[in-house]
């Protein structure tokens, strides 16, 4: 509960810190935060302030989804505890659109450097008997292919790309391969629900063995 409390906190604060602009409008969007850096707990700047919206972000960690005005944002993200005028390591901007869902994702490219990417995500469940499998390359590591037994779900995602299937309610046994090969990153009975969106981020390195799966679901 504690966790939860600081992470309404800290977006009240973000609220506070957006644009006149937007503010005027009373559009709204909404936005999820997804730490998929390893090893890096971080602290989370918005516009350019100088107090963190998100302290101690750990990685693996989603912060969200938050309904906030719609507008221009800048996204600053520091090691946590360091200074808040240093380098960030981290940086991006985007724009949130009304009515719309997005994810920010801290995350490696395929060759190792960390970025920001942001997703648009749906905001329609799927249809009464099928379930949304959302698949995010944002590993390092090379394109992919997602497979279910000889089936291909979802072939060469490259970094950071992400692609959407509906399927029919029911458990998947799922492998996340090296796209062409049989060369397996990771596997897992996936259980999806009907009327259930399930986002799915490769992050971490496959060099540096930290590759791992996060799913999150709406």
Known sequence: MRKLMTVVAAFALLFALVPAGAMAAEKTGNLSVVHGVPGVPVDVYVNGDSTPVLTGFEPGDQAGPLELPAGPYSVQIRPAGANPGSAPIIEGSFTLLPNRNFSAVAHLEEDGDPRLTVFQDPRNKPGRKNARLIVRHTAAAPPVDVVSGKKTL???????????RQLRAGTYPVKVVASGTEITAFEAD?????????SVYAIGSLEDDTFQILVFTS
Do not use: D, V
């Open 190 to 198: 996936l259980k999806l629900r009907a009327r259930t969106t399930y």
């Open 154 to 164: 979802i072939a060469n995602l490259t970094n950071p790309q992400g692609s959407r």
